[in-house]
């Protein structure tokens, strides 16, 4: 089993930053992406970052796309999600994820940490 653990989460101000981070432990040997979703109340669930623990290449989705940037210490087995320019929109819960595959469903998956912008 895969236990995946978010933390950075907070409140800022239009304009600021945060940085997430999410540390994978357990049998992590094969994990081949690591991701951040998030979920605004009344909204579902979407894909925001993804990188390819092998590679290293990236996937953001459009809103984020400039903002935020998605990193890796494989050493750590952690991802980072360091977000810029953080408008009232990007506030959600945000849930770290992992997989083994390169595709489909993502099977481990942590609590989430809020994100909360004000304007």
């Known amino acids: 089993q895969v236990r995946v653990v978010e933390s950075g989460g907070g409140s800022v101000q239009a304009g600021g930053s945060l940085r997430l981070s999410c540390a994978a432990s357990?049998?992590?040997?094969?994990?081949?992406?690591m991701g951040w979703f998030r979920q605004a109340p009344g909204n579902e669930r979407e894909l925001v970052a993804r990188i390819s623990t092998g590679g290293g290449s990236t996937y953001y989705a459009t809103s984020v796309k400039g903002r935020f940037t998605i990193s890796q210490d494989n050493a750590k087995n952690t991802v980072y999600l360091q977000m810029n320019s953080l408008k009232p929109e990007d506030t959600a819960m945000y849930y770290c994820?992992?997989?083994?595959?390169?595709?489909?469903?993502?099977?481990?998956w942590g609590q989430g940490t809020q994100v909360t912008v004000s304007s």
């Open positions: 994820a992992a997989d083994r595959r390169l595709f489909g469903a993502w099977d481990y």
């Open positions: 357990g049998s992590t040997s094969g994990l081949s992406r």
